[in-house]
C-alpha cells in the first residue's frame, strides 16, 4: 500500500513543484472551471467580456470571497459558521444606523466591528470551550445576531447614511467601501484583496494557521501536540465573523442605508465558495486560494446566467448542480475505484 | 487429511504503480486455524480483500469450497461463506447487539421487525460462543472485547464457514484473549476454517496448526506451526535475520530527573508515586485498563488532576494542559496513533512540525520554511522513516513508520522526560526493534524514558525497571533481571479485594 503512494507523489513532482502542495489539484480544477465558465458565457453574449461587466464582476465577487473566507476558516477548523449571514445583517443595520443619526463614519465603523467580534467569540467559546456542535451553536447566534439586527433601528430599515452624517461625509463612506475606484478598479475589490492576502497568509505561513489545519484535522491528536484548541477555535469564529462584517459595511455602503434582511443566506454562499474550491466541510484541508475560485466560480456564473437573460430560478438551481458536481467529483477523482466498488454491495 | 476449504493460487494484484501480490498461494482446510503472517505492508490484507471479495484479483485462481470464483464480489464472497473479523470493528454503537447482529438482513414479522424472532435467533448463537450478553444491551457500552465476540456471533449467524481474523488481539487483555482462544477452538471443532493475522508472534503457539508467511507481496513459505521455530518464521518475514529481539543497552543509572509523588486522577490514577533518573528505562506494566494511559495522560496535563505533585530535576512543576508539559520538557507519545497521535490529513512535515511551531516560528509566529523543512528532514532521517517526500500524508505510510512520526515529532526538542504508551503495537517486528533503538538512544543521552507496555517480553527485555499496575494502583516495582512473566502477571493482577472471600484471597493474594 505504501509504495503505491509512493509511485504516486514521485508522478507528482514530475508535473511541478505546485501538485505537491496539498489540495492544490482542487484549486487548480475550479480555476479551470471558472475560466471555462467565463469563456463559455463570453462566447454566448460578448458583453461578458466588456470591462466595464469584469469591474462589475470583481466587485460583486468581493462580497462572496469575503464570506468565503470566513466560512472556510471555519470549516478547515472542522466546524461551521451559520450566523455570518446574520453577522453581515447586523453590522450594516448597526453602521447605518449609527451613521443615520449622525455618529462620526469612524466611531460607527468601530462600533459595528465590536459588536460583530463579540459574536464570533461567542461563537468561539461555545464551539472551542463548551464542546457545542457547531451547527447548533451558530445556529443560535445566527438568530440572535439577526434578531439585533433588526432591533437596533426598532424594526425599520435605517434611513440614508447621508441624512445624519452629511452628503459629505455620506459619499466618502459609499465610495470607500462600494462606489470609488483604485487605479480603475473598485475599492471593494482592493478590501476583499488586501484581506485575502492577509488570512491567505496567516492561514499558510503562521503557527495559528497550522494550528486551524490540525484541530480540523485530528482535534484530539493536536491538543495532545500541545495546541491550545478553545483559543485556536475563537481565532478562526473571529476570522469568519469580521470578514462578515466588513461585507455588512460593504452592503450599506452599497445601498446608502441599513437593510434588515442583509446578508440573508451569505453563511450559505460562504460554504458554497469554499467546497466549490475544495475546502473540505469534515475539516483539516483546503487552500484559500481554493476560496478565491470558488467565490469566482460563483461570481460568474450569476454573472453570466443574468447576462443571458436566466431567470433567477434557473439560476438558483444550476449553482445547485455546480456546487454538489465540484464536490462530487473531487470525491470521485480521489478514490474512485473504491466508491464503485462498494456499490456493488 | 480434512477438506479443502480455501485454495487460492498464482494469485496476482497490480495497483496503479505497484505490485501488490506477485504469484501467491494459501491453502485452508476445515478445522484449522492457518497464521497469516508478514510484516506490515507484505500484502495480507490485499490478499484477504481478494478473497472476501472487496478487490478482484488481477490472474490466479480462487476455489472455494472447491468451486472456482471469478470475480468475486463482497456478497458472493459472504454467500460462498467468508466473514471477517476486523481489526477495527465495524459496529453501529448505538445499536443494541441484535440491532447490530441483524443488520441489513433484518428479520420481519407481518407488519413491523419480529424483534423476538431476531432475539432468540441472538441468544442461541451468543450461547452457542458461551458469551453472558443481553441482546438488548447498547453495544457501546460493551468491552472491545465482547463487541468482537459480537461479531464472530454474526458471523456464524450467517454460517460463515470461513472467518477472517484481522489482529483480533491488539485490543484485549490476556484473560480476554484466552476467552478468544476458547472460542476459536470451538469454531474449530465445528470445522470451520480460520484464518489468523497477528503480529502478536508470542500467542501464536497457543492457536496456530499452520503458517503462511509473506514478504513484500510475495508468498515466501507455508506449513505446519510446529515444524517452524520462532526465528525462523521472524527470519522468513523480514527476510533477514534479527539479531536481538530486545537489543538493550547499559548506561550508568544517573540522578533523579523526574518525580510523581501521589498523584490522583479519577478512579484509574489512585496515589501514584514513582521517579525516573538519568539513562532508565523504566517500564509500566499491567493488564489493559489497570491505569497506565491514564495516568499518562494525567502526568501529560490532557486529563484532570485531582492532586498530586510533580518535580523536575527537583523543582516543582506545574502541569495543567499538555502545553505546560511539553513546555517543561516532559512529552508524551500516546497509545492510539489513529486518535490521539497523529492529524492523519495533514503531511509528514506538518505533524512533526506541530508541536515544534515554536521553535519553528519567529516572535510573530511566522512559520520559517527552511528552518521547518530542516529539522522534518532530520526527524525522517534519524529514525529512517521510509517515504519519499515530507510532504506525503501520514497516512499513507505503514503503521511502524506512522509510529515513527508519532514519535519522531517530540525527538525535535530538547525534552527530558519520554513517556512512551505502548509504542509497538500493531506494527512489525522490524520496525519494532527500530522504536527499541530509538529508545535506547534517548536513554543514552540522558532522557528519563517511561515506557508504557502490555507485552511482557518486550518489557522485560527493553525496560532496567519495571513497575506494575492495577486497577489504577502501582502494585509492585521489580527488577527483570530478577523475575519472570509470572511475578509480574500476580501483581497486575493484585485486585482489590472488594468482597471478603477466602478464594480470592488465595488466588490474588499477597
Redesign the interface.
Known amino acids: ?11 507528482k ?1 514530475v508535473f511541478s513543484k505546485l501538485f ?3 489540495g492544490m489539484g482542487s484549486v487548480l480544477t475550479a480555476f479551470a472551471g471558472l475560466i471555462v465558465i467565463y469563456i463559455v458565457f463570453g462566447v454566448i453574449n460578448t458583453k461578458v467580456f466588456s470591462s466595464q461587466n469584469n469591474l462589475n464582476l470583481l466587485r460583486s465577487m468581493s462580497k462572496y470571497l469575503l464570506i468565503g473566507i470566513g466560512q472556510s476558516f471555519c470549516m478547515i477548523t472542522g466546524n461551521i459558521d451559520l450566523s455570518i449571514g446574520s453577522v453581515v445583517g447586523m453590522s450594516a443595520m448597526i453602521s447605518a444606523t449609527l451613521m443615520s443619526h449622525g455618529m462620526n463614519m469612524y466611531l460607527a465603523i468601530l462600533i459595528t466591528i465590536i459588536c460583530g467580534l463579540v459574536i464570533g467569540v461567542v461563537n468561539g467559546f461555545l464551539v472551542g470551550k463548551f464542546k457545542l456542535p457547531p451547527f447548533i451553536a451558530t445556529l443560535g447566534t445566527m438568530f440572535v445576531a439577526r434578531g439585533i439586527g433588526y432591533i437596533v433601528n426598532g424594526n425599520h430599515n435605517t434611513d440614508n447614511v447621508a441624512s445624519g452624517i452629511g452628503k459629505k461625509a455620506g459619499d466618502a463612506f459609499q465610495n470607500f467601501f462600494y462606489y470609488g475606484k483604485t487605479l480603475g478598479i473598485f475599492n471593494t475589490f482592493w478590501i476583499a484583496l488586501v484581506i485575502f492576502i492577509i488570512f491567505f497568509f496567516i492561514l499558510s ?4 494557521g ?2 486551524i ?2 484541530i ?3 482535534v ?9 484548541v478553545i483559543q485556536t477555535t475563537v481565532k478562526a469564529y473571529l476570522v469568519s465573523a469580521f470578514c462578515a462584517i466588513v461585507v455588512g459595511l460593504i452592503l450599506s455602503a452599497q445601498a446608502g442605508m441599513g437593510n434588515m434582511d442583509a446578508g440573508n443566506m451569505y453563511e450559505m454562499y460562504g460554504v458554497a465558495a469554499g467546497v466549490i474550491g475544495g475546502v473540505s466541510p469534515l ?3 483546503g487552500l484559500l486560494l481554493g476560496t478565491f475560485a470558488g467565490a469566482g466560480v460563483w461570481q460568474v456564473l450569476e454573472n453570466g446566467l443574468n447576462m443571458i437573460g436566466a431567470q433567477v430560478g434557473i439560476q438558483r438551481i444550476v449553482i445547485g448542480v455546480i456546487v454538489v458536481l465540484a464536490v462530487l467529483m473531487d470525491v470521485l477523482l480521489r478514490n474512485g475505484t473504491k466508491v464503485t ?1 462498494s456499490d ?2 | 487429511m480434512s477438506e479443502t476449504i480455501v485454495s487460492m493460487e498464482h494469485i496476482s494484484k497490480t ?4 505490485k ?1 501480490l506477485d504469484d501467491v498461494k494459501l491453502e485452508l482446510h476445515a478445522g484449522e486455524v492457518m497464521a497469516l503472517l508478514g510484516e506490515n ?1 507484505a500484502g495480507k ?2 490478499l484477504m480483500k481478494i478473497l472476501s471479495g ?2 478482484t484479483r488481477d490472474s490466479g485462481s480462487m476455489k472455494i469450497f472447491g468451486k472456482e470464483y471469478g470475480d468475486l ?3 458472493a464472497a459472504r454467500e460462498a461463506g467468508v466473514a471477517i473479523i476486523h481489526q477495527e470493528l465495524n459496529m453501529c454503537r448505538h445499536l443494541s447487539v441484535v440491532e447490530n447482529m441483524f443488520l441489513g438482513r433484518e428479520i420481519k414479522g407481518k407488519v413491523a421487525l419480529d424483534n423476538g424472532k431476531m432475539e432468540a435467533e441472538a441468544n442461541k448463537y451468543l450461547k452457542e460462543l458461551g458469551i453472558q450478553i443481553s441482546p438488548r444491551q447498547t453495544v457501546g457500552d460493551l468491552p472491545v472485547s465482547k463487541q468482537q465476540m459480537i461479531e464472530i456471533a454474526k458471523a456464524l449467524s450467517v454460517n460463515a464457514k470461513i472467518l477472517i481474523m484481522d489482529e483480533p488481539t491488539s485490543a484485549l487483555t490476556s484473560r480476554e484473549i484466552t476467552e478468544l482462544f476458547r472460542i476459536i477452538r470451538k469454531l474449530k471443532e465445528q470445522g470451520r476454517g480460520i484464518i489468523y493475522i497477528s503480529h502478536r508472534l508470542e500467542e501464536l503457539p497457543n492457536i496456530a496448526d499452520k503458517v503462511t508467511i509473506m514478504r513484500d507481496g510475495k508468498y515466501i513459505t507455508s506449513g505446519n506451526f510446529k515444524d517452524f521455530s520462532m526465528d525462523d518464521i521472524i527470519a522468513n518475514m523480514v527476510g533477514r535475520e534479527i539479531k536481538e529481539k530486545f537489543p538493550k543497552v547499559h548506561c550508568e543509572v544517573g540522578e533523579k530527573v523526574f518525580e510523581v509523588k501521589n498523584l490522583n486522577a479519577g478512579k484509574m490514577v489512585r496515589n501514584i508515586s514513582f521517579s525516573l533518573s538519568r539513562g532508565e528505562i523504566v517500564g509500566f506494566a499491567g493488564l489493559m485498563g489497570a491505569g497506565r494511559t491514564e495516568t499518562t495522560r494525567a502526568i ?1 496535563g ?1 486529563d484532570p488532576k485531582e492532586n498530586g505533585e510533580i518535580f523536575l530535576n527537583g523543582k516543582k512543576i506545574k502541569i495543567t ?3 505546560d ?3 517543561a520538557g516532559v512529552v ?1 507519545a ?1 497509545e492510539d496513533r489513529k ?9 509528514i512535515r ?1 505533524n512533526i ?3 515544534n ?2 521553535i519553528i ?1 519567529n516572535k ?4 520559517n ?1 527552511k528552518k521547518e523543512d530542516a529539522i522534518c528532514a532530520q526527524a525522517v532521517n534519524d529514525l529512517s522513516i ?4 515530507i ?3 501520514v497516512n ?3 503503521g511502524g ?1 506512522q509510529q515513527k512520526v508519532v514519535v519522531g ?1 517530540w525527538l525535535v526538542r530538547n525534552s527530558k522526560v519520554v513517556i512512551f504508551d505502548e509504542p509497538t503495537r500493531g506494527i512489525d517486528v522490524g520496525a519494532k526493534v527500530e522504536i527499541y533503538n530509538l529508545m535506547n538512544q534517548l536513554k543514552q543521552k540522558g532522557i528519563a524514558v517511561m515506557f508504557v507496555s502490555s507485552e511482557l517480553p518486550e518489557i522485560l527485555g527493553i525496560a532496567d525497571r519495571v513497575i506494575v499496575m492495577c486497577d489504577g494502583r502501582i502494585t509492585g516495582e521489580l527488577n527483570p533481571k530478577e523475575t519472570t512473566q509470572n511475578d509480574i502477571m500476580k501483581l497486575a493482577t493484585m485486585f482489590e479485594n472488594k468482597i471478603d472471600s477466602k478464594d480470592q484471597d488465595n488466588e490474588e493474594g499477597k
Open positions: 500500500m505504501r509504495r503505491e503512494s509512493e509511485m504516486g507523489a514521485k508522478k513532482s505537491e502542495i496539498r505561513k503562521t503557527r495559528t497550522r494550528h489545519y490540525a480540523g484535522s485530528n484530539d491528536a493536536a491538543r495532545l501536540s500541545g495546541v491550545n475539516g483539516g484541508s466498488k456493488k454491495k | 495497483f496503479p504503480g505497484v501488490a505492508g490484507s490485499t472487496v478487490y464480489t463482497p456478497t501529560f490532557v494542559c499538555p502545553l508539559a511539553i513546555k508524551l500516546p486518535k490521539d497521535g497523529l492529524c492523519t490529513k495533514l503531511s506538518q512540525a506541530l508541536p511551531l515554536d516560528c510573530a509566529g511566522v512559520i520554511t521510509k517515504t519519499p517526500t510532504a506525503a500524508d499513507t505510510l505503514s513508520n515529532k
